[in-house]
């Protein structure tokens, strides 16, 4: 199962959060904020999503233990962003 969710940012606050709204199709929307904290490897994202409404099928998918798989998706878009950003600052030519 595939759920994209469209973001949209409102806010931010320099220079570590920023946040905005997210929507799954045409019922489901999401406060979003992502806070990104320096660490020794570089860097640290983390996201908070508090769901302010959802359509018939994310209710159902929520109910039916869907939480878990939501959290499992978001860690893995995090993963593909942080090796995305690696790839990026290696092919990125030093100055």
């Known amino acids: 199962m595939r759920r994209t969710a469209t973001t ?3 806010t931010a606050s320099a220079p570590n959060r920023f946040g ?3 929507l799954v199709g045409h019922a489901t929307a999401a406060r979003v904020m992502w806070t990104v904290e320096d660490n020794e490897q570089g860097s640290s994202v983390s996201l ?3 769901v302010m409404r959802t359509g018939a099928l994310d209710r159902m998918l929520l109910r039916l233990g869907g ?3 939501l959290k499992r998706c978001l ?3 995090l993963d593909r962003l942080a090796l995305e950003h690696e790839l990026t600052a290696v092919q990125r030519p030093q100055a």
């Open 75 to 77: 860690a893995q878009a």
């Open 8 to 10: 949209t940012v409102t």
């Open 20 to 22: 905005g709204h997210a």
């Open 67 to 69: 939480s878990w798989w």
């Open 48 to 50: 908070d999503v508090t």
